[in-house]
């Protein structure tokens, strides 16, 4: 089993940045993807960015030179650098790890940005 914990979320000004962390606790090996998805009020849950275990990552385009995935392996951890933040960046942001072939979620942590 694995458990995910997200932090690093907020409330942030247009223009600003925010960092958000996904720390990974339990049984784990052969993690095969990390990624963070967001989730606005009515809207579907959409995926942000994602980072292969080869380290080959994808970005949704509406956040491509803004936001940056990153890992350290050493401590099963997930980043996410998020810039240039704007009002349509407001979600609850999830943070998914495949393990094993395996999905798990982390509980989400709310990212919102004032104009």
């Known amino acids: 089993q694995v458990h995910l914990v997200e932090s690093g979320g907020g409330l942030v000004q247009a223009g600003g940045s925010l960092r958000l962390s996904c720390a990974a606790s339990?049984?784990?090996?052969?993690?095969?993807?990390m990624g963070w998805f967001r989730q606005a009020p009515g809207n579907q849950r959409e995926l942000v960015a994602g980072?292969?275990?080869?380290?080959?990552?994808n970005y949704a385009d509406s956040v491509k030179g803004r936001f940056t995935i990153s890992r350290d392996n050493a401590k099963n951890t997930a980043f996410l650098q998020m810039n240039s933040l704007k009002p349509e960046d407001t979600a609850v942001y999830y943070c998914?790890?495949?393990?094993?072939?395996?999905?798990?979620w982390g509980q989400g942590t709310q990212v919102t940005v004032s104009s």
């Open positions: 998914k790890f495949v393990v094993a072939g395996i999905q798990y």
């Open positions: 339990g049984t784990i090996f052969r993690v095969t993807f």
């Open positions: 980072m292969l275990s080869s380290g080959s990552t």
